[in-house]
């Protein structure tokens, strides 16, 4: 599991700032693997550009376009 530079780690989740600058900008969509999930980035200039722990970043502005297209529950197939 990686360790976020902010953030209180629990041994169950990560408690986060709120706000679009935090790690995972203003989306978590969790998947079926703990600590993996599709969010949001505060820094979108680095996206596909550095390295990620598993996580499928967005931008915040393509992460608020997600959370309209997809609901929970929603199936996700990753290829």
Known sequence: MC?????EHTDD????PPGPNNPVGILWAGLN???IGI???PAPDTIGRAR???????????AATFYTLVGKGTAVTIR
């Open 3 to 7: 360790r976020l530079p902010r953030g």
């Open 13 to 16: 989740f990560h408690n986060l």
């Open 33 to 35: 693997r703990p600590g």
């Open 39 to 41: 969010h949001g980035s």
């Open 52 to 62: 990620s722990h598993g996580c499928i970043r967005l931008s915040n502005w393509d």
